[in-house]
């Protein structure tokens, strides 16, 4: 019923800066929470960063001060700014969303993240 759609991943170098954005469509009785996930080359799926209906975030220590998390509930998308690249930042990022009062799950197909040196 909801198709999330990841989209601002690239090839960037070491510094440079990438917006993502995961727009959420089809039927949904509301959006709770969203966040990003990411999962780097021979690493474990990881959380990255989270943002409630009201704007509530929580962000890994390992992008704290790097990376933003943010979301516009009328355009049902979440954004994740990302400053100071590092090259461990390389990863495939994931979008994730819990719809409605039951809070189901949804995921995006992810969107590649490559920082070269």
């Known amino acids: 019923q909801v198709e999330l759609v990841e989209s601002g991943g690239g090839l960037v170098q070491a510094g440079g800066s990438l917006r993502l954005s995961c727009a959420a469509s089809g039927s949904m009785f509301s959006i709770n929470d969203m966040g990003w996930y990411r999962q780097a080359p021979g690493k474990q799926r990881e959380l990255v960063a989270r943002?409630?209906?009201?704007?509530?975030?929580n962000v890994a220590d390992s992008v704290k001060g790097r990376f933003t998390i943010s979301r516009d509930n009328a355009k049902n998308t979440v954004y994740l700014q990302m400053n100071s690249l590092k090259s461990e930042d390389t990863a495939v990022y994931y979008c994730?969303?819990?719809?409605?009062?039951?809070?189901?799950?949804?995921w995006g197909q992810g969107t590649q993240v490559t920082v070269s040196s």
């Open positions: 943002i409630t209906r009201f704007g509530s975030t």
């Open positions: 994730k969303a819990e719809v409605g009062v039951t809070q189901y799950v949804y």
